[in-house]
C-alpha cells in the first residue's frame, strides 16, 4: 500500500509547523549553535521513535520474526544472518509489529522498495 502524501492544505499546515518549531528551539537555544544542535538532535530522535519505535523493540521483533521464519528470509527463502537482516513492513502505517512485518535480506529488502518505487 502506498503512503498516504499530504494534499497542499495539509502541506502548507505541516510547514506553518515546522517554521513555529524552528522558531521554538531557536528560542531555546538562546544563540547557543552548539545547544541548538542537541535540541534538533532530539526532535528528531524521539520522532523517528513515534514512527519506528524504540531500537530496542525493534531488535526483539527481529530475533522473534527470526524464529517465526526459521532463519529463512520471507523475500527469497535463504538463510537469513540475524545481524544483516532487515525488517520490512507490508504497510509503513501499521509500524513495526509481528503482524505487519517479515524479515529480510538487506539486498531482498532493496528489490523490494525498488519494485514498489520508493528508492
Not at 504497510?91 to 503482524?99: F, L, P, R
Amino acid at each position: 500500500m502506498p503512503n498516504r502524501n499530504l494534499n497542499s492544505d495539509e502541506l502548507k499546515c505541516a510547514n506553518e509547523l515546522l517554521t513555529d518549531i524552528r522558531a521554538r528551539l531557536t528560542s531555546l537555544a538562546a544563540g547557543d549553535p552548539a545547544l541548538l544542535f542537541a535540541y534538533r538532535r532530539k526532535v528528531v530522535k524521539e520522532l523517528g521513535y513515534d514512527e519506528r519505535g524504540k531500537p530496542v523493540a525493534r531488535a526483539k521483533l527481529k530475533v522473534l520474526k527470526w524464529g517465526i521464519q526459521n532463519g529463512k528470509c520471507a523475500h527469497c527463502g535463504e538463510e537469513l544472518s540475524l545481524k544483516y537482516s532487515e525488517l520490512d513492513r507490508k504497510n509503513a502505517v501499521d509500524g513495526y509489529i509481528a503482524e505487519n512485518t517479515e524479515l529480510v535480506h538487506a539486498k531482498c529488502h532493496q528489490e523490494r522498495q525498488a519494485a514498489k518505487r520508493y528508492t
